[in-house]
């Protein structure tokens, strides 16, 4: 019988795998993809984040990979109108690093191959849960057939749809949001450099982040309900119409476009299985929190599965990591809302209030500062 069945091998079932293996616990990641994820989803790896990434060894070869981002700035109409820096958010990673999601997953893949080469089983589907009280039965599929893997405690990083989610008929919270984004990764053509560039245009927002290899992120807010047909064309229209800055459609390397909701579990702990990352919550993707709190939700967990493995009676922990857990994510939905908030179309009348307000706001240094911690998650 294997100690922990992790289901989802994404960036929070693959961390979660390494803390318990780096402490000698039999663990095996069920993964449905056969290969290694390609898209460049999540880019911000915040520092409470590289905090919890150098736990498991993976840190500083992400940091020499990645983009700091120690700076951002917000243009409206052509004009500064505020500028934050990162530099008192944390001693020892005091910026944003900005990375490919796929590259951070094939990082944290390495290192959990690294210490146990067997652990993680592509390929593999769970269609089935169930818990007697003393352990778990996985029903797994594969190219092979169906199996079943017996487990100790299981945990679900399975992602939005996650399938141990339903499997448990979890209770969620749901909301939906009238925005929508399209969002594409273009060669860098501007002087912004290593600095994050926030346009807060009357027509929407435009958002622009660096990645590595002289790339850089352009985000649009669009007037569509729900998820539009991408097209880089049209995105580079918009940046151009909205920003002035001129963007080569034809250097484009990733292109994709979203509605937003938000989706919270009642509970993360069900029995001898827990719910984590995306398959606990959903947030919006502005504002880049999504992986970075499942991460967190993983180093809490993780010490709490050892000493349940240990026999070790934790039920009030558990309790505890729960409300903690959800009570981090109920903040980032709503510093979610806020960054959409700030993203929506206005009136030009309205949209000069706005901007001179977040100008002043800016302009005091304990806003200033205290808005820059609520970007890196602290
Ligand atoms: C456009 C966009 C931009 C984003 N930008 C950011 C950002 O900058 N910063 C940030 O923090 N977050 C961002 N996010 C959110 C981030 O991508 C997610 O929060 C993160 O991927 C969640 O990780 P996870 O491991 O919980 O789930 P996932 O990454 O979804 O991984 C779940 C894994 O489980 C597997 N799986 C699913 N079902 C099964 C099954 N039945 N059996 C076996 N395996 C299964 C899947 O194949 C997948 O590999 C963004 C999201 C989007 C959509």
Sequence with gaps: MIDVVVVGGGPVGLYLAALLLQHGVSVRILERRAGPNTHSRAIGIHPPSLEALDGIGVASGLVSEGVQIRRGVAIGGGVEVAGMSFHTVSSRYPF?????????????????????????????????????????????????????????????????????????????RVKGYPDSYVMGDFADSTAFGPDAALFL????????FPLPGGVRRWVARTRGAGADVPDARSLTGIVRERTGVSVDAGT????????????????????????????????????????????????????????R???????????????????????????????????????????????RLIRYAASVPAINSRAAARFTMH
């Design 201 to 208: 245009e009357h027509a929407g927002i435009v958002e622009s």
């Design 252 to 307: 484009n390397s990733m292109l994709s476009s979203f509605g937003v909701r938000s989706r919270l579990v009642t509970r993360m702990i069900h029995g001898r299985t827990a719910l984590v990352g995306d398959a606990a919550h959903e947030i919006s993707p502005i504002g880049g929190q999504g992986m970075n709190l499942g991460w967190l939700d993983a180093a809490v967990l993780a010490p709490l599965l050892l000493s």
């Design 309 to 355: 493995l240990a026999h070790t009676d934790v039920a009030r922990e558990l309790q505890c990591f729960e409300r903690q857990r959800l009570q981090a994510a109920a903040r980032a939905v709503r510093q979610s809302e806020i960054n959409m908030m700030l993203g929506r179309p206005l009136p030009r009348p309205l949209w000069h209030a706005r901007n």
């Design 96 to 172: 944003v690093l900005s990375v490919p999601q796929a590259r951070t997953e094939a990082a944290l893949e390495r290192r959990v191959r690294e210490l146990d080469g067997g652990s993680l089983l592509r390929g593999a589907t769970v269609t089935g849960l169930h818990d007697d009280g003393a352990r778990v039965a996985v029903d797994v599929v594969t190219a092979n057939g169906e199996s079943r893997i017996h487990a100790s405690l299981a945990v679900a990083a399975d992602g939005v749809r996650s399938t141990v989610r339903q499997l448990l008929a979890a209770p969620m």
